[in-house]
Structures are given as C-alpha cells and as structure tokens.
C-alpha cells in the first residue's frame, strides 16, 4: 500500500467518533414497554419494535411501493432543491440527522453543502450501533475532510447534549417520522429540539401533508399485502423476544384515516377470541374477536397546522418547500 493511501486511511479512521448512549439493558425496557401497552386499553405495542432484521427488510419493500409516496416525494424534494434549503439555513457547517440509518437521503444535503463550501461535520443518530458505524466509515471515505461524530441513542430520549461541532448547524429530522409520536410526546420533543438550537441554528423537519383519505389508507395497506406482513411482525418479534405465543395468522392489518386527528391509525384485529401467553412476561392476555391493538399513528399536517406545532416549542417556521401536487413538505424553522 502506497504512503499516500494509508495516510489516507489514517485520516478517515481519525474523522469518526461514535459515542453509545443506549442503555445497556434493552431487554429490560422492552419487557416494560410490552408490559405496559399489552395492559392498557386499548392494547397498543410501541412501533419501534417493527424493526427487526426482517421488519427493517420489509420497511424498505413499503417504500419502494406503489402506493406509498413518502419516501419517494420527499426524495424528489431534497434533489431538486437541496441547493435552496441549505442556503436558506444559512450554510451550515454541520448536519445532525436524526435517525439516520445509512444516510441514504441525506447525501443529497451533504452533496449541496460541500458545493457551497461550508460542509464540516456530520453527527449521524441512530438507535443501531451497527449501522451508524458503518453509515460513518462510507462517507469519511466519499466526502474527504468531513468530520463525523455519531451518536448511538433513542434520541427521543438521549440527544442532550450534542456532541460540539461548528455552527451554524441544521438538525434534520427526515421520513415524516414525527408524526409517528403523540400531540404530547411531539411537543416535548420538538421543545428539546428548540433548546439545542442556537440562534442561527435550523430544524429541517419532514412531514407528510392532508390529502384525499383513499390515498392516505392506500399507502399503509398496499394491494401486495406487504404492509400488513411488516405490522405482523411485531408479533413475531414478541415470540422470539419475550416468549409469546401470538398466532400471526389470527390477527388482521387495518389502516384507517381519522379524520379528527388527521392521521393513520394502524392497528392489528384479532379475529377470534383469544389468549395469548407471554412466558417471560409472566402475562396472559385476552383478546376478544374483532377486538384492535394499535401498532402506530402517522399523523398529516397543512402548514397552519404545523406553524402551530412549531409555536408551541418555541418555534418559527422559516421556509417551506414542497412538490408540484403538495402532497409532502420539508420546512425549515428557527428558534422564536
């Protein structure tokens, strides 16, 4: 191996750091979780353990769907006006993407930060260790020069504090995923989000917006059934995990739209009376037929709507950038 390259090799090994805030009893704080959503009423499971080896596989089948046009608008948004958004927040030195995974989106920021000559650092969080080492090591070896410094961590929970990097920066919080989380939940978030900024600072936040019901239903449960084997899983991941003895084959996928909440309401339907047993657990829980255990929300804005959100963390809204048919938007916003 040349000099040159294992210089090189020393540079990018130098240019990562990944710091580990989970908690080193995961097993513990699931049991808790399933505990306490398997007792409530109505029964309700956490969407964060969708995502298994299998669920991650079949979450990115969902989004690569016909119907489900997220993933790809928003895609569409941040290539063709990533330029614009970066200048917008002012040139950012550095990017901290919540729930990066492998980065894939957000190389087309990365890209227009570097070609308007202000890119420095990358602080990718993610809940997998694996993953945001891997993500760290490709792009220390796309971008030359670009810091990174990850975080390991349920950022709903563990963010504070970031790691030190140069302002200004913009927090991304890509895929709509806050609408995922409850009025409540959202606003102390986004209230924890409004804390870290600085005053030219910039929260780039994903969110799908209201449209017609049939296509809001028709991506969350696809004509391919592949929706519906990814909100099954989360039984199976019950079974290995914890002991259960949920039979996938008697519960059915529903994805409706509320109206009044203005979101998707997944759920799982048994369709029989049931007992499911959950040995480690020590728990036996009784199903009715017909009876629905929520699996997760999606919530839909209109920009009013998300301006209020925004005003109550202490926010404003700065830009907004949408497609042609304004079905996804992503909005800039800055500390009031």
């Not at 202000?118 to 796309?142: F, K, M, N, Q």
Request: charged share 30%; aromatic share 8%.
């Amino acid at each position: 191996m040349s000099d040159d390259r294992v210089r090189q090799g020393v540079a990018a090994r130098a240019s990562v750091e990944v710091e580990v805030r989970m908690d080193s009893d995961q097993r513990k704080t699931m049991m808790a979780d399933v505990r306490a959503g398997l007792t409530m009423e109505p029964k309700e499971l956490a969407p964060k353990y969708f995502y298994d080896e299998l669920g991650s596989q079949l979450f990115e089948q969902i989004t690569e769907l016909p119907e489900y046009y997220p993933t790809r608008i928003e895609r569409s948004i941040l290539t063709d006006r990533a330029g614009e958004i970066v200048a917008a927040a002012g040139n950012p030195a550095s990017l901290i993407e919540l729930g990066s995974g492998s980065a894939a989106k957000t190389r087309v920021l990365l890209d227009a930060m570097r070609d308007a000559g202000c890119l420095h650092t990358y602080v990718p969080v993610d809940i997998s260790e694996e993953i945001t080492r891997e993500t760290a090591s490709r792009l220390v070896a796309e971008y030359p020069g670009l810091e990174v410094s990850g975080i390991v961590c349920d950022f709903e929970h563990d963010l504070e504090p970031l790691p030190p990097c140069p302002a200004p920066r913009m927090i991304a919080f890509l895929g709509g995923t806050i609408g995922n989380l409850y009025p409540d939940a959202r606003q102390d978030f986004l209230r924890k989000i409004t804390a870290l900024l600085g005053p030219d600072d910039r929260f780039l936040l994903g969110t799908d917006l209201i449209k017609e019901r049939s296509r809001l239903e028709a991506a969350y449960d696809d004509s391919s059934g592949v929706t519906a084997a990814f909100n099954r899983n989360v039984l199976s991941v019950l079974n290995r995990e914890l002991g259960a003895d949920f039979d996938l084959d008697t519960f059915e996928h529903r994805a409706t739209y509320d109206d009044r909440e203005a979101r998707i309401d997944i759920r799982l339907r048994s369709l029989a009376d049931q007992r499911v047993r959950v040995r480690d657990l020590d728990l036996e829980v009784t199903f009715t037929e017909g009876e629905e255990m929520r699996t997760e929300i999606s919530t839909k804005f209109t920009r009013h709507r998300l301006e209020g959100v925004y005003a109550g963390a202490g926010l404003v809204l700065d830009a907004w950038f949408t497609d042609p048919a304004h079905d996804y938007a992503l909005s800039l916003a800055r500390p009031r």
